[in-house]
């Protein structure tokens, strides 16, 4: 049913078996329509990340626990989903499952209900997501590439994004998110949970829509930096056998972003006649590409651009990586988004 300010009310709601941890920071319109969608959960906790587009007041009008994180800690969406795990644990210590959402996601209708329902006939799962789509997939081609990467196989998954439903008992089990980890906390996560003999499941369900609201070319570029951190990152703690952990997607951003490149700058140098050819590499890794991509034409033909291209911010990344872990600095958060205003500020 409908309450009186058009929120929906659905079976899950009296529970008590599931609650929402939402994450975000500056989400806006983006943040309401989010905490909208979700009223089905026995409780909803919100955890903001120093928002200054009035963010927290919102939240709180839509009858969310909010948890403002500490300042003097460097935010990370790990450390939020832990934060408002935990507040969710102190509200209900018998807390079954968490359903994770970024304040940028819209829950589809029935989702949480029938995540839990998966759950509870498949104890051995220890978390299970869905279909995630993004909002405005033709607003830019950025946005268009989120929609292609959101469209992943069904079935058991090596891992998992930023929404997802979670047993409680195996994320305790595994001590939670990894803090320090700035990007791709989740694929960390699903390793460890791998480890302690737990499976991974994405159904064909509608999950959620997503707007990741990317229209310029710095946004996607510091996005793409942002996973070549996340790549090195991850094969630096789970590289070795038999994970290997981001070991072939770190690989793949030295090679193209980072060696090859200097590579043939200094071909160019030491055979200044024909040294130009070694650059003839990339545009036929694009051909390969583009021929392999599915799709129409154009679509194999733009997909394979940005995967090319793509390796040259996840080269920086990866170097990134490897200056902080050089001068022992603490990995900062690479932002890609930008800040909204809310109407009720």
């Excluded at 939240?59 to 994180?69: I, K, M, N, P, T």
């Excluded at 590289?239 to 200094?266: D, M, N, S």
Aim: proline content about 3%; charged content about 20%; hydrophobic content about 45%.
């Amino acid at each position: 049913m409908q309450t009186s300010d058009g929120v929906s009310q659905r079976s899950g709601s009296k529970s008590g078996k599931f609650g929402v941890v939402v994450i975000g920071r500056n989400e806006g319109q983006r943040l309401m329509a989010c905490l909208r969608s979700m009223s089905a959960a026995a409780m909803v906790v919100y955890v903001d990340s120093n928002s200054t587009d009035g963010s927290v007041q919102a939240a709180r009008q839509l009858g969310a626990d909010v948890v403002e994180l500490d300042l003097s800690i460097p935010f990370t969406a790990a450390r939020a989903r832990n934060a408002g795990f935990g507040r969710l644990l102190t509200i209900n210590p018998d807390l079954k499952y968490v359903q994770f959402v970024d304040g940028d996601c819209e829950l589809a209708v029935g989702w949480l209900d029938a995540a839990a329902a998966f759950l509870d006939r498949q104890p051995y799962i220890a978390a299970v997501c869905g279909r995630l789509r993004e909002r405005f997939p033709d607003q830019s081609v950025y946005n268009w590439l989120c929609d292609i990467e959101w469209d992943r196989p069904t079935g058991e998954v090596r891992a998992f994004a930023g929404n997802v439903m979670l047993r409680c008992s195996a994320l305790t089990g595994v001590g939670g998110y990894r803090e320090d980890v700035i990007a791709a906390e989740e694929d960390e996560l699903c390793v460890r949970l791998r480890q302690a003999n737990w499976r991974v499941w994405r159904l064909a369900d509608e999950m959620a829509l997503h707007d990741a609201a990317m229209l310029h070319f710095g946004q996607w570029w510091k996005r793409a930096r942002r996973a070549g951190y996340a790549f090195a990152q991850g094969s630096h703690l789970h590289g070795a056998p038999p994970e290997r952990h981001f070991v072939r997607e770190a690989r793949r951003a030295k090679v193209w972003g980072l060696l090859l490149p200097l590579a043939c700058l200094i071909a160019m140098i030491a055979f200044p006649s024909f040294g130009w050819v070694a650059w003839l590499a990339y545009p036929m890794q694009f051909a390969r590409l583009s021929m392999n991509n599915r799709g129409s034409l154009w679509n194999r033909v733009r997909l394979g651009f940005f995967q090319i291209l793509s390796r040259f911010p996840e080269g920086i990344g990866l170097a990134i990586f490897w200056r902080d872990r050089l001068l022992q600095r603490r990995p900062q958060l690479i932002e890609h988004k930008q800040i909204t205003r809310s109407r009720n500020t």
